[in-house]
């Protein structure tokens, strides 16, 4: 039983590139979400998803894309890089209240 | 906006002693509040909570208490152990899907 995994572990991107972070989970769960953790700013949702095939906004989606095709994966997009995306992203999955959380992955954009 | 607030970054506790953390929030409406523990490189992992209907909830070492008329919560870690050592993130939510995080605490226990 993996749990939550992301991939990948550390990306470096230039201003304006694009990219997917990944993120399965094999525990069945519902619901899938993505945060973000900046210095002093604690965890922030970006979007979630109650089930496979929908997703939704949370506190912080601004520049951001998701998609869930698949009930076990939640992918998260970046179309246009920002330096102030440069963040530590986790994913988390729910059956209900408890969250269950990935080890993360570090994203800088210069 | 900050809904939940940590208002203490860092907290240092003799091993064996109490480790009191705390947390205040703003918004009435939250019903679920928990705590998470995070260790450096890996994600947050659960630790324990509450519902909104009870004030206190007891687990092992672990006890959090929660004061609603005050909007505040806090973890006890008796007794406190150097394995403590962590941030600890206190968390409310409407429903599963909006949960807000404080900034969170970072706990020093010493031998």
């Known amino acids: 039983n993996a749990g939550v995994t992301q991939t990948p572990k550390f990306r470096v991107l230039k201003t304006g590139q694009s990219m997917t972070l990944l993120c399965a989970q094999d525990?069945?769960?519902?619901?899938m979400y993505w945060y973000r953790q900046d210095p002093g700013m604690g965890l922030r949702l970006i979007h979630y998803?109650?089930?496979?095939?929908?997703?939704a906004k949370g506190e912080v989606p601004d520049g951001y894309n998701v998609s869930r095709l698949k009930k076990q994966n939640f992918l998260l997009g970046l179309e246009s890089a920002a330096p102030s995306q440069t963040s530590v992203y986790f994913c988390?999955?729910?059956?209900?209240?408890?969250?269950?959380f990935g080890p993360g992955t570090r994203l800088t954009v210069l | 906006d900050q809904q939940v607030k940590q208002n203490s970054p860092s907290l240092s506790v003799q091993e064996g002693r109490i480790s009191i953390l705390n947390c205040d929030y703003t918004?009435?409406?939250?019903?679920?509040f928990l705590w998470y523990k995070k260790y450096p490189a890996e994600g947050p992992t659960f630790l324990i909570s509450?519902?909104?209907?009870?004030d206190k909830n007891e687990d092992g070492r672990f006890t959090v208490f929660l004061n609603k008329s005050a909007k505040h919560l806090s973890l006890h870690i008796v007794p406190s152990q150097p394995g403590d050592s962590a941030v600890y993130f206190c968390?409310?939510?409407?429903?599963?899907?909006?949960?807000?995080f404080g900034a969170g605490t970072r706990l020093t226990v010493k031998p």
């Open positions: 509450i519902s909104s209907i009870k």
């Open positions: 998803s109650v089930g496979e095939g929908t997703t």
């Open positions: 918004n009435s409406m939250f019903d679920y």
């Open positions: 988390a999955s729910s059956p209900w209240e408890e969250q269950f």
């Open positions: 968390a409310a939510t409407l429903d599963n899907n909006d949960m807000r």
């Open positions: 525990m069945n769960h519902e619901y």
